[in-house]
């Protein structure tokens, strides 16, 4: 998930705490600059965190397409409630090495514009896969973007409070197992090409 990117990956630098606002709020990622310099002498050293990217699961992403061409051809109907992969999303994942961990903050980044969406989901695959279904699906979602009349070289745009949220159940759900999966969307333009995408935690003491 990545390639050659025509800026550095922006850093989504957010608080321990969850937001205060009410409502889930935008921010411009170049307003933090200086609330990361200020963190640096607070923020664990380098071998105390844990950054994790997120990578296509390729067998996963082509077993799901291959369940939407078999409806397709054979004229059948999606099982109630199942999820079918959509052709602008594929399956990702984390692979957590530690399990106890502390959300600390989103890194990301996205070359031109569009936008991107993150959905965990709650299900284990194993070898008996079974098809996915829609209850499976965690919310918030994670959503980053640049509008198309944005400068291409302007702040990416996301929703604090959401982002926040999602990633502390990120590290919850990893207290019970070593692998979680995603479905990764990308719109309005983005290519996947241009994406790079990886959580970071500190491991629980």
């Known amino acids: 998930m990545g390639g050659e990117r025509s800026q550095t990956p922006s850093q989504l630098h957010?608080?321990?705490?969850?937001?205060?606002?009410?409502?889930?709020r935008t921010r411009n990622l170049q307003d933090q600059d200086m609330?990361?310099?200020k963190d640096k002498d607070k923020s664990p050293c380098a071998s105390?965190?844990?950054?994790?990217?997120?990578?296509?699961?390729?067998?996963?992403?082509?077993?799901?397409r291959h369940r939407?061409?078999?409806?397709?051809k054979s004229g059948q109907k999606r099982q109630d409630g199942e999820r079918l992969l959509l052709p602008h999303e594929a399956v990702y994942r984390l692979d957590f090495s530690v399990q106890e961990l502390v959300f600390s903050r989103w890194n990301f980044s996205l070359s031109g514009h569009g936008r991107v969406t993150i959905t965990g989901i709650s299900q284990n695959w194993t070898p008996d896969l079974t098809n996915l279904m829609t209850r499976q699906l965690l919310e918030p979602v994670g959503t980053f973007w640049r509008n198309s009349d944005d400068p291409e070289d302007s702040a990416l745009k996301w929703l604090e409070a959401d982002m926040q949220e999602f990633g502390e159940r990120i590290a919850e759900l990893a207290k019970v197992r070593k692998v979680m999966y995603f479905l990764l969307a990308v719109k309005d333009g983005a290519e996947v090409e241009n994406v790079s995408c990886s959580v970071e935690f500190t491991p629980e003491k």
């Open 14 to 24: 957010l608080t321990q705490h969850p937001s205060t606002s009410p409502q889930p």
């Open 35 to 37: 609330d990361k310099d």
């Open 48 to 64: 105390e965190t844990l950054v994790l990217e997120f990578k296509e699961d390729k067998a996963l992403t082509e077993l799901m």
């Open 68 to 72: 939407v061409s078999s409806l397709q």
